[in-house]
């Protein structure tokens, strides 16, 4: 092995107090913008982001589509409809709140964007014509074309121009600096927030921070069941630094959370077990609706919700006959009749009928706008496309005219997994919260993907927005805390006791060890007796393992760290696998020992959080969040008042 | 005090090469990535890709590049997604 000088400055053991009326936990696309709403409302704000913030997070390099975009000059639903729509097809374990917040101030934060300097319109007219294009705005739509409620936008141009923004904002930004534990405090009204601590990931400073309020912006879980030592980049669909400390400070911290006992067969870890999914070919999401061709160059039907067959490309773009609108992207796998878009035949269907593999994706017999729309808009503009994908693809001679990229496996995926290999995807479990996205500890906010039920990144701008607002809101009438210095303390003895063992066990091997207990304990098929040996387990690795952790600088503390947060989540996981008696299909839940799926009883909010460290139980009826217009619009008067 | 030291962590894949006639070594793209899979060491010259198996493989390090073709940059070999002629 070839040993470095570590070129940082050594600064362990320093640590450094701070205040701020509002502290921002993340500096993903949900961070930005909380800590921009902040400082728009004269706020002190800190931004604490563990990477770089010119392009971290999950859309750190891009997006290429911006969803329920329902308050755009060319939309022709509401928000209401589209909200309705989505928690609908979710079954109702869905995030209410956080959807209408998306459907109603999404195209307000597009607008942001584009004042910031990103692109968000077709201004050099590349797609004059184009049956997308709305030649009036020059707005650029995909999927629902009659609708016009999903915009194709120029993601790759965002970070950088919210970086921008935060520095005219004089937003303090303590970058290459990881959160690892919030600050409380119990008073007589009960437990608040109070502020972070956190450590520099290549000098191991502390910073102790104090504030009104804080907003989490931490992305969801990852390396939970999945785990590749080799390629650990690419263990999962997620940036390797959206692990899911925000979930695990919360969960120590009290934050309750709820839908923890959903996971979903994998789709996405490119370590391996499936090719970087918007490399290949195929007709989800960014390759939305391409033309796709059997082995033998066959092309591959599409077929409206009812099996009738599309004769033209523009028909794939269109609803059925009758139906309002459809629904596709993120989220949207097998919708529900009343949603359900154009698809391609089905893939056994296509079996029966000799369609022979492999399948490609043929763009070369699609028209020209829509050829460029996908390869060069929209792969060039999702995150980890222009260089990887519309790029090395470019440089490697693949020409979108003359050539078909394959496609692998049987859909979108480009993989197949086990059962037992799975992932909190396909909105996953969270923190709940009310109509402020305010956890139900006072002065603690949450936004994007650490909200339960949530995708997309427009729904991250939009809700991250949101919640900067309440929480800027909110700090007028707190007063700060002082540190409790005996947790601090503890906390520095926790995050540095790695550097202190030597020759001792390296965090890829504990991250090994708590996936394949998952995968054992927690995998496709859960039972009381196993999830209880899972924690069993568990619980040995923290007294056995975690003191032989050993790290030799700031950034393996920082992944040692990491595999710490993983252990609470999977804790977390499996404590809320032991809450749900019955298997659920919304959930992707199913039991050996319960032969009930979805009794009425159970069809509700499980929540977790811990009290005084003891793991607690609660219930929230589904729906909870009552007429999303009602409720938004009695809490949101100044916002509405000042967009007129 | 304790003295931090950095080690070369080896992984199969290769994410991110240099060419050092091209490369100006200002380190912008050790700077832009989120992961901070590369150290820069020393101005002027590529900095070294510490912990390849950590790479993401978004491209934000040849985004922020000003050099055109400094960094190679490329996803394991198992992940190259095949393609072929039209056939029509």
């Given at each position: 092995m070839k040993e470095y000088r570590w070129?940082?400055?050594?600064?362990?053991?320093e640590k450094e107090y701070r205040k701020t009326d509002v502290l921002v936990l993340g500096g993903g696309v949900a961070g930005c913008f909380a800590a921009i709403a902040a400082a728009e409302r004269g706020k002190n704000v800190i931004l604490v982001e563990?990477?770089?913030?010119i392009h971290s997070g999950a859309a750190g390099t891009g997006f290429d589509h911006w969803e329920s975009?329902?308050?755009?000059?060319?939309?022709?639903?509401?928000p209401e409809e589209i909200t309705k729509a989505y928690v609908d097809e979710q079954d109702h374990y869905s995030n209410g709140i956080a959807h209408y917040i998306e459907c109603r101030e999404g195209y307000d934060r597009l607008a942001d964007l584009e004042r910031f300097?990103?692109?968000?319109?077709?201004t050099e007219d590349e797609?004059?014509?184009?049956?997308?294009?709305?030649?009036?705005?020059k707005l650029l739509f995909a999927y629902d074309y009659a609708n016009k409620f999903t915009l194709r936008v120029w993601?790759?141009?965002f970070k950088p121009a919210l970086l921008r923004q935060l520095k005219k904002l004089n937003v303090t930004l303590l970058e290459r600096t990881e959160a690892t534990a919030l600050l409380t405090e119990d008073t007589p009204e009960g437990r608040r927030g109070t502020g972070a601590v956190c450590m520099?990931?290549?000098?191991?400073k502390i910073e102790v921070i104090s504030a009104k309020t804080t907003v989490l912006a931490m992305s969801r879980p990852a390396r939970i069941w999945l785990y590749n030592p080799d390629m650990t980049g690419l263990?999962?669909?997620?940036?390797?630094?959206?692990?899911g400390s925000g979930h695990a400070m919360g969960y120590r911290a009290g934050v309750e959370f709820t839908m923890m006992e959903k996971s979903v067969?994998?789709?996405?870890?490119?370590?391996?077990?499936?090719?970087?999914?918007?490399?290949?070919?195929?007709?989800?999401?960014?390759?939305?609706?391409a033309t796709m061709v059997d082995a033998r160059g066959v092309e591959i039907p599409y077929l409206d919700r009812d099996g009738n067959e599309l004769?033209?490309?523009?028909?794939?773009y269109y609803p059925a006959k009758g139906q309002k609108f459809f629904l596709k992207g993120g989220?949207?796998?097998?919708?529900k009749y009343e949603y359900r878009g154009p698809e391609t035949m089905p893939f056994d269907e296509l079996m029966k009928r000799g369609y022979r593999l492999p399948f490609y994706a043929d763009?070369?017999?699609?028209p020209e706008s829509e050829r460029k729309a996908i390869w060069g808009l929209m792969v060039g503009e999702e995150?980890?496309?222009?260089?990887?994908?519309y790029g090395n693809l470019t440089e490697r001679g693949f020409d979108p005219e003359k050539h078909m990229l394959q496609s692998y496996g049987?859909?979108?995926?480009?993989a197949s997994f086990l059962?037992?290999?799975?992932?909190?995807?396909?909105?996953p479990g969270g923190i709940i919260t009310d109509w402020d996205l305010?956890?139900?500890?006072?002065g603690i906010y949450a936004c994007g993907d650490q909200l339960f039920a949530m995708d997309c990144a427009g729904a991250a701008c939009a809700t991250g927005y949101y919640a900067g607002r309440k929480a800027a809101e909110a700090s007028d009438t707190i007063e700060f805390f002082t540190p409790d210095e005996a947790f601090v303390e503890n906390e520095i003895r926790r995050l540095y006791?790695?550097?202190?063992?030597?020759?001792g066990m390296d965090w890829r091997e504990l991250n090994s060890a708590v996936s394949k207990l998952m995968q054992n304990y927690c995998g496709g098929v859960k039972c009381d007796d196993l999830l209880k040996e899972g924690l069993d387990l568990l619980n040995h690795y923290r007294k056995t393992a975690v003191p032989q952790l050993s790290a030799k600088n700031p950034h393996e503390l920082m992944r040692t760290h990491e595999v710490l947060d993983i252990m609470d989540v999977a804790e977390m996981i499996l404590h809320a696998c032991l809450m749900r008696k019955s298997s659920s299909k919304p959930l992707c839940f199913e039991r050996?020992?319960?032969?009930?799926?979805?009794?009425a009883e159970d069809q509700r909010f499980i929540t977790i959080r811990t009290v005084n460290g003891v793991v607690t139980e609660g219930s929230i009826p589904l729906d909870?969040?009552?007429d999303p217009k009602t409720e938004y619009e009695k809490r949101n008067r100044n916002y509405i008042e000042d967009r007129k | 005090m304790m003295e931090f030291k950095a080690e070369f962590i080896q992984s199969s894949n290769h994410p991110i090469r240099f060419d050092e006639t091209k490369?100006?070594?200002?380190h912008r793209c050790a700077e832009a990535c989120q992961v901070d899979v590369?150290?820069?060491?020393?101005?002027g010259k590529p900095p070294v890709v510490?912990?390849?198996?950590?790479?993401?493989?978004?491209g934000a390090c040849v985004m922020e590049?000003?050099?055109?073709?400094?960094i190679r940059f490329r996803h394991p070999l198992m992940n190259q997604t095949k393609f072929v002629e039209v056939k029509q």
């Open positions: 070129p940082y400055a050594n600064e362990l053991n563990k990477g770089s913030v975009a329902c308050t755009n000059p060319c939309s022709k639903v509401t300097g990103g692109k968000i319109r077709d797609f004059a014509g184009a049956e997308f294009r709305d030649e009036e705005t993601g790759s141009t520099n990931v290549r000098t191991g263990s999962e669909f997620r940036p390797p630094q959206c692990i067969r994998g789709e996405f870890s490119a370590a391996g077990r499936s090719i970087p999914p918007y490399s290949t070919g195929n007709n989800h999401n960014t390759w939305y609706a004769k033209t490309v523009s028909e794939r989220v949207i796998d097998e919708p763009l070369s017999r699609m995150g980890k496309t222009k260089i990887p994908v049987t859909g979108w995926q480009s059962d037992q290999e799975r992932q909190l995807f396909g909105a305010k956890t139900n500890l006072d006791a790695p550097l202190y063992v030597e020759d050996s020992d319960s032969d009930q799926t979805d009794p909870y969040f009552n | 490369c100006i070594g200002c590369m150290i820069g060491f020393e101005k510490m912990y390849p198996g950590e790479c993401w493989y978004c590049c000003p050099v055109e073709g400094a």
